[in-house]
């Protein structure tokens, strides 16, 4: 099976063009005030269209009510809602009737205890996502550049397909996916020369490394 790469918080047409030549089989975008990659729906709904048909997209957000996830459904059209927050199971459950799109619930790793909340969630998501553990304090959930050890994982039995996140970069993602075995990879920070600023030659960089281990992984 083919390794699924998403590239997340892309915010202009020219980084998002390079992924999309880069052939990113994702392209996520954020809408959280706090962070530094969140879009206005005036931006989203141009890099929308862009991305149509070229890539699935995806909308990253955070505990968000239903009249924000009315307005980004209606204005992106996303393949795909990624959920950051601390949704319980029940509003995954919820959101997934509402707006009649899959879901991809994310679960912040530090310890192997984190993993306890997985069997409910995988009950009614569609995907998920492992991230780093934002540290204590932190303004945001994800796209910090941390990593967790991977080890976590590595025992993982899990029928859903699931993506690994959190500090990867085009140097460390083979090793990733070697450990955690994940059918996807989802970068962020890993392609940024500052937070929330993409850089076109880093995504280039990334998206090749990943696709070499994907070649691995054949053999």
């Not at 392209?27 to 070229?54: C, D, M, N, W, Y």
Request: glycine share 8%.
């Amino acid at each position: 099976m083919s390794l699924l790469v998403k590239i997340c918080g892309l915010s202009t047409r020219e980084t998002l063009d390079a992924a999309l030549e880069a052939g990113a089989d994702m392209v996520g975008f954020v809408f959280f005030p706090p962070s530094p990659r969140h879009l206005s729906l005036e931006t989203a709904r141009e890099l929308g269209r862009q991305a149509k048909g070229r890539a699935a997209k995806v909308a990253l957000t955070v505990d968000a009510d239903d009249a924000t996830l009315e307005n980004i459904v209606e204005t992106l059209r996303p393949d795909l809602l990624q959920l950051h927050g601390k949704e319980t199971i029940a509003r995954v459950r919820d959101i997934k009737a509402k707006f009649a799109l899959p879901v991809m619930k994310v679960i912040a790793v530090e310890t192997a205890a984190d993993l306890v909340v997985l069997p409910g969630y995988a009950s009614v998501a569609d995907r998920i996502l492992f991230d780093a553990r934002a540290p204590r304090g932190a303004t945001r959930p994800g796209g910090l550049g941390a990593v967790f050890d991977w080890n976590v994982l590595a025992k993982l039995d899990l029928a859903l397909p699931y993506f690994v996140s959190g500090g990867l970069t085009a140097d460390n993602v083979a090793e990733a996916v070697r450990v955690t075995r994940a059918g996807g990879v989802d970068v962020s920070s890993g392609v940024e020369s500052a937070p929330g600023v993409k850089d076109s030659e880093m995504i280039r960089h990334f998206i090749r490394a990943a696709r070499a281990t994907e070649e691995l992984m054949v053999r």
